[in-house]
């Protein structure tokens, strides 16, 4: 079965700084990996999605990398501000499932 | 097209009542899915559908769930007979499904719940 987990549960950071968040799953065999985004009480944005053939995937100062033989995944965020403040949740595709398994969420303040 | 639609965004009900919440997905998807999210938690999967077929029904879709997707087009979830437990926001996503295996979800913004 499935499972997906993300440290920390919680983070908070000063403005400006460089963060990352980390996403393990326990099934390699997937399809793709996504992180969203998603502000409380709203639904999920999605930020980079990483097909199991590609090692990473950029967009603006997110990075997101994925290391498919070890279950990990990363997403970088570089340069903080306050509106990066969210939950963050990574979900994997694929394997024996079809359908997205979600990891808890790390929720992500940043102090101005 | 604009999205995945989900109708109403919130809604508030006394325990016991019914409740349904609707979905339209992005039009040329061939498949659907419904989540439930709790506070602090990640969504977790209900159930899909590939067309009008229901595919798949997690253990957590209770006999007080049912959900319907007739013509392949929008889907229906109900509840019945609300509980306090059932206070969640719920999501509805679609995808076209390939037959590379590969599928690529996009959600709505949710259906909130609140049983009182």
């Known amino acids: 079965k499935q499972e997906v987990t993300q440290i920390p549960a919680a983070l908070s950071v000063p403005e400006g700084e460089n963060l990352v968040l980390n996403c393990s799953f326990t099934?390699?065999?997937?399809?793709?990996l996504q992180w969203f985004r998603q502000d409380p009480g709203k639904g999920l944005t999605s930020l980079l999605l990483?097909?199991?053939?590609?090692r990473e995937q950029t967009s603006g100062r997110l990075n997101a990398s994925l290391d498919k033989s070890s279950g990990r995944s990363t997403l970088y965020i570089a340069a903080s501000q306050p509106g990066d403040s969210a939950t963050y949740l990574c979900a994997v595709y694929g394997g024996a499932t079809n359908k997205l398994i979600f990891g808890t969420g790390t929720l992500l303040a940043v102090q101005p | 097209d604009t999205g995945v639609s989900q109708d109403p965004r919130h809604k508030i009900t006394k325990r016991g009542q019914n409740v349904t919440f609707r979905c339209d997905p992005i039009s040329e998807h061939n498949r659907l899915y419904w989540y439930r999210q709790t506070l602090g938690q990640g969504p977790e999967f209900l159930t899909y559908?590939?067309?009008?077929?229901?595919?798949?029904k997690s253990r957590l879709l209770s006999d007080r769930f049912s959900a319907e997707r007739p013509k392949g087009s929008f889907s229906t979830l109900e509840i019945q007979r609300t509980e306090q437990g059932d206070s969640a926001m719920y999501l509805c996503?679609?995808?076209?499904?390939?037959?590379?295996?590969?599928?690529?979800?996009?959600f709505g913004a949710g259906s909130r719940l609140t049983v009182l």
């Open positions: 559908f590939q067309n009008e077929a229901q595919l798949e």
């Open positions: 990483i097909q199991s053939s590609q």
């Open positions: 996503a679609s995808s076209l499904a390939g037959l590379s295996g590969a599928n690529v979800l996009t």
């Open positions: 099934d390699s065999a997937i399809y793709n």
